[in-house]
């Protein structure tokens, strides 16, 4: 009887020591899983720059371990996060972002990595054989713009074209493809559904393998330049530091690979 009882205290106090460990494991399992979490870093990008991000990112992976959680989206759709609800550690951006984040409270730091600009694309080959803005007049002509209402490039466009004194001949040629987004203006030309349009100069070297971008004189008032933006909010202010740093060594370089140059 008595080496019953034994047997089940051992068999009671083996139970008691595996459920502990158990917890134990568990709890440290929690913590990792916590741990990893806070070192993840939230990056809400503009819709223009998700692949010199990407690549930004995973080279600061590689050398850190501190991942990203990425948003991507038009900056306009992006900046309320930042303003009411204090949402993500970096912001990638463009003038004139920059300044409403400023006014939002919300800027700790921020690097220049280089410039978007309105280039002229057309079909790969150039059939049409366009060779400047004042081309897109042509009757029966297919031009796509991305919108001024959305699109600072869109602003930049039409400014220039009234500028120039052509913008209702080539807004004959646009009809009703005004797009939000400069992906859709590289799609139209990789499905030739259109002849030429007028996007950002990183977006077009994304489509490098189905447009081509026809050399011109830069004639726009204005230069716009790229930011990456670190939220004073943030809390993961390490890690967005060293991000900051790291992105002070390489962003640039990145950046002009992907095409946001002059």
């Known amino acids: ?38 070192k993840e870093l939230v990056v809400l990008c503009g819709s223009s720059f998700p692949n010199p991000v ?6 600061f992976t590689v050398q850190t371990g501190i991942k990203f959680a990425t948003t991507v989206a038009g900056s306009e759709n992006l900046l309320p996060l930042i303003k009411v609800g204090h949402q993500g550690d970096i912001f990638v951006t463009h003038d004139p972002y920059l300044d409403y984040v400023a006014d939002a409270n919300a800027l700790a730091e921020h690097i220049q990595v280089g410039f978007v600009a309105p280039v002229l694309a057309v079909q790969k080959g150039n059939p049409k054989g366009i060779t400047g803005m004042d081309d897109l007049t042509r009757p029966g002509l297919k031009v796509a713009l991305s919108d001024p209402e959305y699109s600072t490039c869109g602003q930049m466009v039409f400014q220039l074209l009234e500028k120039k004194g052509i913008k209702d001949a080539v807004m004959k040629n646009v009809e009703n493809r005004l797009t939000k987004g400069h992906s859709n203006l590289g799609t139209f ?54 991000f900051i740093e790291f992105t002070k060594m390489r962003g640039s370089a990145i950046f002009a690979k992907h095409g946001y140059v002059k």
């Not at 019953?4 to 502990?20: D, E, G, N, P, Y």
């Not at 158990?22 to 913590?31: D, E, M, N, P, Y």
């Not at 100069?201 to 971008?213: I, K, W, Y």
């Open 1 to 38: 009887m008595e080496n019953r009882h034994t047997f089940i205290s051992k068999a009671v106090s083996l139970l008691l020591l595996i459920c502990v460990f158990g917890l134990v494991v568990a709890a440290g399992c929690s913590k990792k899983e916590t741990d990893d979490k806070q």
């Open 189 to 242: 030309l990789k499905t030739k559904a259109v002849d030429a349009v007028i996007m950002w100069n990183g977006v077009a070297n994304a489509f490098g393998d189905s447009l081509e971008v026809v050399p011109t004189a830069y004639e726009y008032d204005k230069e716009i330049r790229v930011h990456v933006i670190g939220l004073s909010y943030s809390k993961q202010m390490d890690s967005l530091k060293q």
């Open 54 to 59: 990407e690549e930004l990112c995973s080279q």
